[in-house]
């Protein structure tokens, strides 16, 4: 009598070999992978962080001895840093202007989205009003400083509304030309299965144009920062930007660095932050580019 192998025409296979497939021998193998891919990334972000470190032992040693005024020395700058910024009370400036970044930030993000996605769904109004759209976006927000001023005066509310203004054209720009971009079949299937039209945009459409989405939001978060400091070394009475002007004006250069530093370290801090949730919301994203490159 045949048996069972060459009844069904498959040879017999190894229980070795198939003990040596089933899923939990392939788990170390896994895991193993991805912590060699964790090591990889971890080796990655410490060799790209060569050159600042070279760069700032080359600020310490050659700035060891210098007598200029407007160049002190970095030990001293750190020292007075650690002194107004971490032991003083220079630090209710940064909590001002990141209150103030914060909030305006947030506003044009939900406006630009959300103001893009009806240009999106309404096209003609779309169309209609581009031209104005386009005009008012090459006029510098920082032209318009005055004339915020004079009707809003000096205050938070001033600083936000100057930010917002600013940071909402990249994210609603890009917006609205990733919804343009969405293949037109994927809508007309989301049309044949009689999806709603909020289920299309949350399940084809965002989806679709997050890449873009999250780029305009990342150019806004440039834009709001350098806003936030122009709005603050015009008028205001606190934030990093007045105290930077202030301590200009009153000659304490070493002051000044401190608060230069103080606004380099605040926007790499929310620029990596910014990443950290890029990676996340567009990890199925990042993987599919992998898997082209690959292929």
């Known amino acids: 009598m045949p048996t069972r192998a060459e009844r069904t025409g498959s040879p017999d296979v190894s229980p070795i070999l198939a003990a040596a497939t089933t899923p939990s021998h392939q788990r170390p193998a896994r895991a193993a992978s991805r912590s060699a891919s964790s090591l990889r990334r971890l080796w990655s972000g410490i060799w790209r962080l060569w050159f600042f470190a070279v760069v700032l032992v080359a600020w310490w040693v050659l700035s060891a001895d210098s007598t200029s005024t407007f160049f002190p020395p970095l ?7 650690y002194d107004l910024w971490i032991a003083g ?8 202007s990141l209150q103030h970044f914060a909030i305006g930030y947030a506003l044009a993000g939900l406006f630009g989205v959300g103001v893009g996605a009806l240009l999106w769904k309404f096209a003609r109004v779309g169309r209609a009003v581009s031209p104005v759209l386009y005009f008012v976006y090459v006029i510098p927000t920082a032209a318009l400083l005055p004339a915020i001023m004079a009707i809003m005066g000096i205050g938070g509310s001033m600083q ?25 079949i994927k809508l007309d299937t989301a049309r044949v299965m009689h999806m709603s039209a909020l289920r299309t945009v949350r399940t084809v459409v965002l989806p679709g144009a997050m890449p873009q989405i999250m780029a305009g939001l990342r150019h806004s978060l440039q834009i709001g920062v350098i806003m936030m400091v122009v709005s603050e070394l015009v008028a205001s009475e606190s934030g990093i930007g007045f105290f930077i002007l202030e301590a200009q004006q009153r000659f304490a250069i070493t002051d000044m660095w401190t608060g230069i530093i103080i606004l380099a370290l605040i926007g790499s801090v929310l620029t990596f932050l910014f990443v950290a949730v890029e990676r996340v919301v567009l990890a199925w994203y990042i993987g599919a580019r992998a898997v082209e490159k690959k292929g």
């Open 160 to 184: 936000i509304t100057i930010i917002v203004l600013a940071a909402v054209w990249p994210t609603m720009l890009n917006t609205l030309d990733g919804m343009r971009g969405i293949d037109p």
């Open 89 to 96: 009370d220079a630090r209710t400036n940064a909590w001002s």
């Open 75 to 81: 030990r001293n700058i750190v020292g007075r840093l």
